[in-house]
């Protein structure tokens, strides 16, 4: 079946950098999109970046946009999101996405705090 890992958050102090990864497998990695979303507590988890199966990045969110870069290599399985000059509002749980049809697929998240 479909799991998807991610790795990589952790405390940073703001104007930080971090890079996620996910890990991913139960399907074929390089046929498919894939997308970063985050939840900070008390919001909606939000999309953050999109890239497709070929590596083109196709969406930023606003909020991340010239700070994030989603990338992904296909060879080793993985996905990532390079985050540089990073906020106390980029504080929310990471998830790694995958859409397959009609069904939507997420990691179990991991976290990213932005304090001093």
């Known amino acids: 079946q479909v799991q998807l890992v991610e790795s990589g958050g952790g405390l940073v102090q703001p104007g930080g950098s971090l890079r996620l990864s996910c890990a991913p497998s139960?399907?074929?990695?390089?046929?498919?999109?894939m997308s970063w979303g985050r939840q900070a507590p008390g919001k909606e988890r939000e999309l953050v970046a999109t890239?497709?199966?070929?590596?083109?990045?196709?969406y930023y969110a606003p909020s991340v946009k010239g700070r994030f870069t989603i990338s992904r290599d296909n060879a080793k399985k993985t996905l990532y999101l390079d985050m540089i000059d990073l906020r106390s509002e980029d504080t929310a749980v990471y998830y790694c996405?995958?859409?397959?049809?009609?069904?939507?697929?997420w990691g179990q998240g991991t976290q990213v705090t932005v304090s001093a």
């Open positions: 139960g399907f074929i990695f390089s046929n498919y999109g």
């Open positions: 996405n995958i859409q397959m049809g009609m069904s939507a697929y």
């Open positions: 890239i497709t199966n070929t590596g083109n990045p196709v």
